[in-house]
């Protein structure tokens, strides 16, 4: 079997631009706990206010098998266990697990602790001590373990023995600065086996892209108590991903150590951990990713539509991911044959409107169209090529106006002329900016038809210019996401014009979500 041990409310924290309240932390603890977590490592109460709410706060949350751990150092140089205040504050946060970390790399406890090599180990197994005398289970990091092995082998086995001594339960090997290769994990673990008797642990940092292979090369050498943080939050580069590493051990190396229904949380917990920690979800991530089981190539779809091995290494509902088939210049009928039926559109790959559709994607994506951001543009598209689409209004003109003088901000307005049931609105509309106000005066023109765009807002707008190199006359592609508070759904425009481009997206918006509303 093996142990998890999760350290994404300590050393996740440590990733720039990441900072959790404590209701935060207690409701990660919480997703944590459900997907088969062994231990949560909550923070450092010592050295900081919020961590020490987080020890008492999470006394009062119900956990089904994950133990909260308190992180913490050895005591500090020629001071007693009893004395030292990092010490005391890891007793005071009433948790029965405790990992300390202590020096293992001879230059850190001379230049960095000041003290003497002596010393050094002597503070390492009296703090364990001390703790496992207070009824803890104590796990101990040697901090720059394979670093400090490097540099003098000798020593860097003293520090795990001078733990041993102290009682510790689990030696956990840190490759601190993330640089050492699978092979060096390898060599230097099989060496220190027969150095001490406690079970050994490892902690991987991901400077050199190979935090989870060096756990994963640890495991197979024995290594039963794996350190990591979900989504590799982390300093620098991150640490080892356990997002990565939990389906790897369940699934390429059987290792039955959470169920199958634990698992399939693991794309749920890892989204919420980055909504949490307002972070975009990187696309591309195996397993967790919106990517990771995309398919764009029109021969791999039409395989992976008879037998979804050809292009997948597991089924992505193993890990609560689900297939996306992506529409696009490189679409062959199978990609579109999915995707219709995904959006509720029954086309068959005979279909005499098929191959129009194909075609008209492909002309629109050579103009500068991008439909894998988005499907209500694309579903309309179809509707429109089948014969099913149903126009809610006629633009009969429009004007914007857009009005700068040194002294004041650019205004602008725009007036729109539209025909709805053979009834003419003519209305007008100011906004920031022109692309603003042509969205207000279409609103305006259309409310009292369609009360449902009351409910419907814009939620995202972006422009990409798509070749720089016609400058200010360049074509633009122009993404715009909507929601009705419930769904959200994307839709594109593209021109060298940035307000017919706008126009066309904002368009395909509305009346998609018109219908949205009347068909729910």
């Known amino acids: 079997m093996v142990q998890i041990y999760d350290t994404t409310l300590r050393d996740g ?59 913490g150092s050895t005591r500090r140089p020629k001071i007693k266990p009893e004395d030292d205040q990092n010490l005391q504050a890891i007793l005071d946060s009433g948790v029965e697990v405790a990992t300390i970390f202590g020096k293992t790399w001879d230059l850190h406890v001379t230049e960095a602790l000041k003290t003497t090599l002596e010393e050094n180990l002597k503070m390492i197994e009296s703090s364990v001590r001390y703790l496992k005398e207070k009824g803890l289970e104590v796990h101990f990091d040697a901090e720059h373990f394979f670093d400090g092995y490097q540099a003098n082998p000798e020593y860097a086995s ?36 027969e150095k001490v008797k406690v079970p050994l642990g490892i902690h991987a940092h991901n400077d050199a892209e190979v935090a989870v292979a060096n756990s994963l090369a640890a495991y197979e050498i024995g290594v039963k108590h794996i350190q990591g943080t979900i989504n590799g939050f982390g300093e620098r580069c991150g640490n080892a991903n356990l997002s990565s590493l939990l389906p790897n051990l369940k699934l390429k190396y059987g ?49 992976i539509l008879k037998e979804p091995k050809t292009y997948e290494h597991i089924n992505p509902e193993l890990v609560g991911n689900q297939r996306e088939v992506l529409v696009s210049e490189l679409s062959g009928k199978s990609n579109l044959v999915y995707k219709a039926k995904e959006l509720g559109i029954d086309l068959g790959q005979e279909d005499a409107d098929l191959s129009e559709v194909l075609a008209k994607i492909k002309e629109l994506e050579h103009q500068g169209y991008y439909f894998e951001g988005a499907e209500a543009s694309l579903r309309l598209l179809i509707e429109r090529a089948t014969g099913d689409y149903e126009k809610l209004f006629d633009l009969e003109g429009v004007r914007i106006i857009t009005e700068k003088t040194e002294e004041l901000n650019p205004n602008s307005e725009a007036t729109i002329k539209v025909r709805v049931n053979g009834n003419q609105v003519h209305t007008a509309a100011e906004g920031e900016g022109p692309v603003n106000a042509l969205d207000y005066a279409l609103r305006k023109a259309l409310l009292q038809f369609y009360p449902e765009l009351e409910m419907i807002h814009l939620i995202d707008y972006k422009v990409r210019v798509l070749d720089g190199n016609d400058g200010t006359a360049a074509k633009v592609r122009v993404l715009i996401e909507s929601s009705d508070g419930q769904e959200t759904w994307g839709t594109v425009g593209a021109s060298t014009n940035i307000i017919e481009a706008s126009w066309q997206a904002l368009v395909d918006s509305i009346e998609y979500g018109i219908k949205l509303k009347r068909d729910s």
């Open 13 to 71: 924290t440590q990733r720039e631009g990441i900072s959790y309240s404590t209701e935060d932390k207690l409701n990660i603890t919480k997703k944590l706990d459900q997907l088969g977590i062994d231990y949560i490592e909550g923070g450092w109460p010592g050295s900081n206010p919020k961590d020490i709410e987080y020890f008492k706060s999470v006394k009062k949350v119900d956990l089904k098998s994950a133990k909260i751990t308190a992180f």
């Open 158 to 193: 003293q520090v795990l023995q001078a733990a041993q001594a102290g009682g510790a339960d689990t030696l956990v090997l840190c490759d601190t600065n993330g640089g050492r290769m699978p092979f060096e994990i390898i060599d230097i673990i099989t060496f220190i086996k």
């Open 255 to 303: 290792v039955d150590f959470i169920t199958d229904q634990q698992l399939k949380r693991l794309t749920e917990t890892s989204r919420y951990i980055n909504e949490v920690a307002n972070l975009t979800p990187p696309s591309h991530k195996p397993y967790v990713g919106d990517s990771a089981f995309a398919h764009k190539g029109g021969i791999h779809v039409s395989a």
